[in-house]
């Protein structure tokens, strides 16, 4: 009888223990996918955070770049408007510049013209004088004809 109690506790034992087992791999195998989803859990979770970080990083990236960028084209439009001023100034120096150079051409055909006036001014009075030097010779030629014949008449009659 001790012996068939001993078998009946050793089998009651042993039975327990596959139960408990079978409970623990019950349990386990239960836990495992637990475990593994709040592994991934915690992958998503510290995968999750580093990305958060990246964009909080990035963000704060790009929000300097905007800034950086907004100040580079208020730069930009400051000097554009800027050469456009010195553009227009440029510009005027140019057309002064021409406008000055079409006032010394100008100027330059003035002074020719009086020198030309002057010269032709000249010419025209020694003109005049050769002339009037033509016609006194002329006049004294015919006046030494005149003499010659009133020279000769007088004689003719003497």
Not at 2 to 27: G, L, P, Q, W, Y
Not at 34 to 54: N, P
Not at 62 to 79: G, H, P, T
């Amino acid at each position: 009888l001790e012996k068939a109690i001993s078998v009946d506790i050793v089998n009651i034992v042993v039975h327990d223990h596959v139960n408990f087992t079978d409970k623990t791999v019950n349990v386990c195998e239960r836990c495992v996918p637990i475990e593994t989803v709040l592994q991934k859990d915690f992958i998503k979770k510290e995968f999750y955070d580093m990305l958060f970080k990246k964009y909080n990083i990035l963000e704060k990236h790009c929000i300097s770049l905007e800034v950086d960028n907004q100040l580079k084209k208020e730069i930009f439009q400051r000097n554009n408007s800027f050469s456009q001023q010195s553009a227009l100034t440029f510009n005027q120096l140019f057309e002064i510049n021409d406008l000055k150079a079409q006032s010394q051409s100008k100027d330059t055909v003035i002074v020719k013209l009086k020198e030309r006036l002057k010269s032709l001014s000249g010419n025209v009075q020694d003109g005049k004088i050769e002339r009037e030097l033509e016609e006194i010779e002329t006049i004294n030629i015919e006046l030494d004809h005149r003499v010659k014949k009133l020279v000769a008449e007088n004689e003719h009659l003497k």
